[in-house]
């Protein structure tokens, strides 16, 4: 990968996504920043932590909207209490889903999306409801559920029920005894908009579906992926008819276990990039064009980085202002380095997988070895401007 540094960069920008389960984006900035002024100690470094919908939304958006945190206990994604905070600037309203049914919830061993429920965002968003707000923005990522947002109409008031008229469990797995859905007669939501922030484009069902593509993840056995599409086309079938919603082929309907086509089917919402808007609302384009080296991450790059997410986002505007940039993640699959390799801008690629093997260390010390990362990164991707005679 070449280097486009005409002269060391004076101005930095840090624009990274969280490490899922070690660093907040917040903390992966700083560790990047530190690592960065071990190199260019006089470097003017900006930090802007970022998120695409997911866990991290509220943190990395509140602050900028000027808006403030309330918080309450709802149910979690096990049928446990958890303490969930949502934003409130002006007439908007910030949620995420993660806060109340997040992966990071629940313990390894318990992870099941056919036993797992959304229930306690609708508690959330009827909370919500209850202040003055004209908006609401649901971040949608990061979510151990696959029950298609059935839990959320449960706290909602909606009824789903089975063949004998009464209201099924919680869970995906339930989803297969649906047979009628009975709206609430006072809606606590009417009158107010509701955009879902995806960060996925996946439809609802099919091999890129909400179950074939992400239940894995959430702990899904072979056999409980295939129950779960099942009861998701279910689902879609039955919103269809009592609802007059067809979801199953939205673009992001697969986005946290159906949860993105569940926001459409019962609240009216649009969905969209979560990404993209906080980029509109954080000014990102414009302090890009500011800056002479843009440096971003994640936890894992894969294919999925270059749909939705922060570091495929980042790329497209360093591509658009023809900035270098600099990638630090904790892995990157061949996919991934192959995709970047092909792209038009001077790009480096780091990974803390391949200084330490051992993932559960990398972890353990993710700041650290962050920090160490990005100052080496840096003095290669010079280096590379220097043998090219760049610099």
């Known amino acids: 990968m070449r280097s486009g540094f005409e002269r060391p960069p004076r101005r930095v920008l840090i624009c990274p996504d969280s490490f899922k389960g070690s660093l907040r984006a917040a903390e992966a900035a700083e560790s990047m920043a530190r690592g960065i002024q071990q190199v260019l100690p006089e470097v003017e470094v900006e930090r802007i932590p970022l998120a695409d919908g997911g866990e991290g939304t509220l943190e990395a958006l509140l602050p900028a909207l000027g808006g403030e945190k309330k918080g309450l206990w709802v149910i979690g994604p096990l049928g446990d209490p958890v303490w969930a905070e949502y934003g409130v600037a002006g007439e908007l309203a910030l949620l995420e889903l993660a806060q109340v049914a997040g992966l990071t919830l629940v313990p390894a061993e318990r992870r099941d999306p056919t036993c797992t429920t959304t229930y306690g965002l609708g508690e959330l968003l009827r909370a919500v409801c209850r202040e003055p707000v004209a908006e609401i923005w649901i971040g949608l990522g990061g979510s151990a559920t696959v029950d298609g947002g059935a839990g959320m109409a449960q706290a909602l008031g909606y009824r789903l029920l089975d063949e004998a008229g009464d209201p099924i469990g919680w869970g995906g797995g339930e989803l297969a005894r649906l047979r009628r859905i009975e709206p609430p007669e006072q809606p606590v939501w009417q009158g107010k908009r509701i955009r879902g922030l995806c960060d996925v484009q996946n439809p609802l069902t099919g091999p890129l579906g909400a179950a074939a593509v992400f239940a894995p993840q959430k702990g899904a056995t072979p056999p409980q992926v295939q129950q779960l599409e099942q009861a998701l086309a279910h689902w879609a079938t039955v919103v269809e008819r009592d ?4 979801v199953a082929g939205i673009p992001g309907a697969g986005a946290a276990g159906g949860a993105g086509a569940g926001l459409v089917a019962f609240l009216g919402a649009t969905l969209e990039s979560g990404i993209r808007l906080l980029a509109q609302q954080l000014a990102l384009p414009e302090r890009i064009r500011r800056c002479d080296l843009v440096i971003t991450g994640e936890g894992r790059l ?5 749909m939705g997410k922060v570091v495929g986002a980042v790329l497209e505007q360093a591509i658009r202002a023809q900035k270098p940039l600099l990638i630090l993640c904790g892995q990157v699959t061949p996919a991934a380095r192959a995709w970047l390799a092909a792209q038009p801008l ?26 160490q990362m990005a100052a080496q990164e840096l003095r290669d991707f010079l ?3 220097a043998a090219m005679g760049q610099l």
Do not use: K
């Open 243 to 246: 609802l007059g919603q067809a």
């Open 302 to 306: 894969d294919e999925q980085s270059a």
């Open 383 to 385: 280096e590379q401007g």
């Open 346 to 371: 001077p790009l480096r690629v780091g990974a803390l997988c391949d200084r330490i093997p051992d993932v559960a260390e990398a972890q353990r010390q993710a700041g650290h070895h962050l920090e």
